[in-house]
């Protein structure tokens, strides 16, 4: 495809429910990465891979977040037993190299999570 | 004291005129520095990066990196009213994790 693509683009959960986030890379991207956006902030960091490998998740809030990319491709980010303060928008973003600092990335078009 | 920091704004700025948005950084060891722009309800789109000390032009934009003073800058020429966005300051410091300021809302006038 030309650019990133997430889906869906918009979810409703009630709390306590389990919700998976898709996201479908620039094609031969090597690095791809998930943030979390509030409202009014900027992306805060969640995961990293390089291909199928997740080499850094540091930045994943609870254990209740899961990632992973299993064919170096696609990517799902999990969310279980949702909670309000999860609601956000979740975006995508790949890049072509293997290499962190000199990166550039391009976002998809986000997952706007909303927990009732 | 915030990894990245913005003025939050909003900076208002006539159509026409030069905007300059300026972003501090607290890590020393921090190597590339990238702007996005981001409009409401969309995702962030780069716009520049920036990887050594000094200006780097692009169009009606130019970054400016000085390590030392641990600052970065994206200056607007000619700002239009399409230019009216959140603008997001992003550090990396080498490794895989891309740190983002809080964002500066520009608003240019017709």
């Known amino acids: 495809g030309a650019g990133v693509s997430q889906s869906p683009r918009y979810k409703v959960a009630k709390r306590g429910q389990d919700v998976a986030l898709r996201c479908d890379p620039i094609s031969g991207h090597v690095s791809l990465f998930w943030y979390q956006q509030a409202l009014g902030q900027g992306p805060e960091f969640l995961t990293y891979?390089?291909?199928?490998?997740?080499?850094?998740k540091s930045g994943l809030p609870s254990d209740r977040f899961f990632a992973e990319r299993p064919e170096g491709s696609v990517s799902t980010l999990k969310i279980q037993r949702t909670q309000q303060e999860d609601s956000a928008v979740y975006l995508c973003?790949?890049?072509?190299?293997?290499?962190?600092?000199?990166?550039?990335?391009?976002f998809g078009p986000g997952t706007r999570l909303t927990v009732l | 004291q915030k990894e990245v920091e913005q003025n939050s704004g909003p900076l208002s700025v006539p159509e026409g005129a030069i905007a300059s948005l300026n972003c501090t950084y607290s890590?020393?060891?921090?190597?590339?520095f990238f702007w996005y722009r981001q409009y409401s309800g969309k995702s962030p789109e780069l716009i520049m990066s920036?990887?050594?000390?000094g200006d780097k032009e692009d169009g009606r934009f130019t970054a400016q990196l000085n390590k030392a003073s641990q600052y970065v800058s994206l200056l607007i020429r000619d700002s239009q009213p399409s230019d009216s966005a959140t603008y997001l300051c992003a550090v990396n410091q080498g490794g895989f994790k891309t740190i983002f300021g809080a964002g500066t809302r520009l608003f240019v006038k017709a």
């Open positions: 890590d020393r060891v921090s190597q590339s």
């Open positions: 891979f390089q291909n199928e490998a997740q080499l850094d």
């Open positions: 973003a790949s890049s072509l190299l293997s290499s962190g600092g000199y990166n550039e990335q391009f």
């Open positions: 920036i990887y050594s000390n």
